[in-house]
DNA sequence: CAGGACAAAGTAAGCGCTTACGAGCGATGG
DNA sequence: CCATCGCTCGTAAGCGCTTACTTTGTCCTG
């Protein structure tokens, strides 16, 4: 067996063989240093460097018994949202040295069937609140490793991280409600779509009760910038008055802005329309996009420091976190 | 060994004991599902429901030699474009059946190192042009593993991606000088800094020398929001001459754009300021970015089944990929 | 009813690495 | 001068899975 490193791809054989040590002090060389002498050390060192070996990352993990890689389930990276959270997750996890492996669900067919997968090649899983798998998978994976759930108010049962929707939700229907005097609001985005966005509209409803008004039913869409022309329109055609719109989020409010815009209709002297999620654009549109911002890659980061903690000591009690929002108030709300 | 399935983690013993058979056949129920009789096949099917059982992917690696995954390094995940790549690379490789692990660059001290450990994780793995890796570890792990290039038109040696840079950038500057009639034009962005941004530089000065004018030296800037109050602040301050500025991406546009009204220059009758990325910030601004438009999507998944190709066959012939680019023209340049 | 063909399932040999354990050996101290 | 200690390093036993090969059992066929 092993060539002295003719063979294809240098394994821990070849370096130990031409290195005239045994495999053991080859795996030495790299995981411990200061066990084996300097000499013998260089040695080795010089040989890896000439074969170009890097050990196998799958055979060091069934060894060790750990991945040393998170899985991230995402349902797509548009926007700044998901990529942001990305950032920080990786930034978290790599400062464990574990690697994050990313599984993006939009258009996937059998979202399960990946996610179990998924399990097998890593410690730990987040799942964001707004990807659709089923609870059983959800549970499976459960016995296997730790999960933590992101932006998934409503699944009690796993432990989650979640950003503040109903208070912010809130304060901003009263801003502007109280500031600028509207009077009839509607929330663009579909409650039913992603916790989140239930929540928000449930702050939304809050404001409305607190101010004595009556909440209209939400305007459903989704968290894309293509449901903005439509959106646009129903207020441009009439089918839809109102002087405010609430929208789930940045791409949305963007786009039914931008439409409005261009059928004329002036915002925020007309109607007001705000975002959620303090993206790029929203601070070079003009007006300015009021909307809320969420520290997303603190999230991320938090996120996967906690998911370590977990994998170091599986039985630490599970929490529920929530991370708090800002109101970002800009010119799309009538401020000046 | 192996419990009926007390243990923590079920293994493929547990099962197959748990199933009366060998595990062999829960292998085989689990990877060519036809080989086993039906009857056989669901009872290991539901001893395997009842376990949780997840096969453990490290063991799998090790067995069949292929880590089914593949390593995608990036600087950084700001801005649209690597997020749109990420995108469509997590595609291209799902579809083949590979997940992806992402390694992003910025911020972390020992890059040469991770990329390393990476390459022992993954099948093949793609370098994005802006990261900074020794091209001794490009080596190295060219040895184990195939390496992609992205975005690195320099890199003769590995085969790569690239988007048409030089053509695009000659001919909006061709449009800024033939069309808007500017004549003291800059470019924001340090060439050194990423193949990319070289080559849009030298597109720029391409443009200059076909129209007999000599291209002023450029204008020094990361990609990055934070360089464009500089910049601007240097064009208000008068240390600067220019009726047109083409900066090196969107992000750094948008800036400087929005720096330059701010501080009274009106942007495009006083200058043009240009893009490069078409971001979703471009079309909301007013006015509007005239930006070029790459494929990035469709990029990441062209590189993701070249992987693949490479992966079945590590003989095919290297090539060198030059995707196209659209000039996108909105208001930022003088166009109406 | 013997013999062969074929389907189903078991046996066992790895895949490349980590690490507990122990052997060898020069240094140390009583 | 010999028992001990400590440092280095080799031996070998896995880690959990896949799969070539073999065995066993069934069902035809002539």
Partial sequence: MSSDGTGRRPTIYSVADRAQVSIATVSRVLRRPDEVRPATRDRVLQVVDELGYVPDGAARSLAVKSHEAHGLVLPELGGPYYADLLTGYEQGAADGGASVVVLLTDGKADVDLLVRRL????????????????????????????????????EESVESFVTENVHSAEELTRHLVEVHGRRRLRFVGSPDIADDVHDRYAGFVAAHQAAGLEAAPPVPATFREEDGPRVAALLLEGELEADALVCANDELALSVMRHLSAGGVSVPDQVSVTGWDDGMAARYVTPGLTTVSQPVREL???????????????TSVPEQHLLPTTLVVRQSCGCP
């Fill in 119 to 154: 399990a097998g090649r890593v410690d730990g899983i987040v799942l964001m609140g707004a990807v659709q798998v089923a609870p059983t998978t959800v549970a499976a994976i459960r016995r296997k490793l730790p999960v933590l759930g992101l932006a998934n108010s409503h």
């Fill in 300 to 314: 991320g980061r938090q996120v996967a420091v906690r998911m370590r903690a977990l994998l170091e000591d599986p």
